[in-house]
């Protein structure tokens, strides 16, 4: 919204409006908005978060034993202290003219709403059971498509349902209709995997972060015309206003760590992991960078794959290859104290955040 104060610069007195123009202005003014509005809210939220949950988010009872004793009683739905802060800003700062900008805030809210619903009922029935798998799973990929099918109808037709390749010019492969599916399992896998990786305090927050923060570079860049092309970058117009959107969720993250930090005051939940790992793949679908993800949220993959590995050889050896999954736990069982634990991800997250953008240049 603040963007339309551009329409008032037609005076020198004026003339300070001109700075909404600029994207990089927006999209600093998001972050800043967000924490701030963070600050004055979420200690207000947690404690009545407090008051409606009672015992808070029940703990797994198969999970590493000093959780029941550590984190009992800890409120859950923490997510509504990012979704808060961070739509509200993005509101605030970003070009609601931009179609762009609707389709991530609305894949946000759907996947936020399906995450409340789902700790909602984890509460109130006292269990780790939420809603059903089948229907989690068919609710993210319904929005996922809808929400792929909507970027695609955005892009240039020499672009339509073509995936591109890191590490090269401008090399597409070209699905056509079917890169609704491609999407779909980019936007819906990657909020399962943050959903994987939220067991430790601060664990999954930081990671998202880090990689909201390497995609507002990337969405700046292949919405530039000129960026784009001098970094042969395959140029997506209308993605830059991106920016302000993942400016937005980088200000609401720090004000949600403020207090997930170990030990963490409020846990995140899957009110906060769906869409934020939703949010994620929908900008990389967006932006044309489905694969640089991968490689960016290699630590959400790893969490993933940790999970899936560990299904797969119980099912059919009747062994697991973790002491227990996802592979966070299992360095848990192994005596590693949890801050390091989370510390050591922080760092492998910075150092694929690193690669990924090494891809922008090295073509």
Not at 86 to 111: D, G, K
């Amino acid at each position: 919204m603040l963007y339309y104060l551009t329409l008032l610069t037609h005076t020198d007195q004026l003339a300070f409006f001109r700075l909404f123009k600029y994207l990089t202005f927006r999209s600093g003014g998001a972050v800043i908005t967000a924490l701030f509005l963070a600050f004055i809210v979420n200690g207000s939220l947690i404690q009545w978060l407090k008051l409606k949950q009672g015992k808070g988010q029940p703990i797994r009872t198969d999970g590493p034993q000093r959780h029941i004793v550590e984190k009992q009683g800890t409120p859950t739905m923490g997510g509504l202290l990012i979704l808060l802060p961070w739509v509200v800003s993005t509101v605030l700062w970003a070009s609601l003219s931009n179609p762009y900008v609707w389709i991530v805030l609305l894949v946000t809210l759907a996947y936020g709403a399906l995450g409340l619903a789902d700790d909602y009922l984890k509460v109130s029935k006292r269990s780790s059971d939420g809603v059903s798998g089948y229907l989690r799973l068919g609710i993210e990929f319904g929005v996922a498509f809808l929400a792929t099918w909507a970027i695609m109808r955005l892009e240039d037709p020499l672009l339509f349902g073509g995936l591109t390749v890191p590490f090269f010019k401008s090399l597409l492969i070209p699905f056509g209709i079917s890169f609704i599916v491609v999407g779909g399992i980019v936007i819906a896998g990657a909020a399962n995997a943050v959903n994987f990786t939220d067991g430790l305090d601060g664990l999954a927050i930081v990671p998202v972060m880090i990689a909201a923060a390497t995609f507002l570079l990337i969405a700046y860049l292949v919405g530039n015309v000129n960026f784009a092309k001098y970094l042969e970058l395959i140029y997506v117009e209308g993605t830059g206003e991106l920016a302000v959107f993942l400016g937005a969720l980088i200000g609401a993250g720090l004000g949600f760590l403020w207090y997930n930090a170990p030990p963490a005051m409020v846990f995140m939940g899957d009110t906060g992991s769906l869409p934020l790992g939703g949010a994620l793949g929908a900008v990389a679908v967006a932006v044309k960078h489905e694969i640089v993800l991968a490689v960016v949220g290699g630590l959400f993959v790893l969490e993933t794959v940790s999970v899936i590995v560990q299904v797969i050889s119980f099912k059919t050896t009747g062994k697991r290859v973790f002491r227990m999954a996802p592979i966070h736990h299992h360095y848990e069982q192994l005596g590693w104290k949890e801050p390091t634990i989370v510390i050591r991800f922080w760092i492998v997250a910075v150092v694929l955040a690193l690669v990924g953008l090494a891809t922008l240049k090295l073509r």
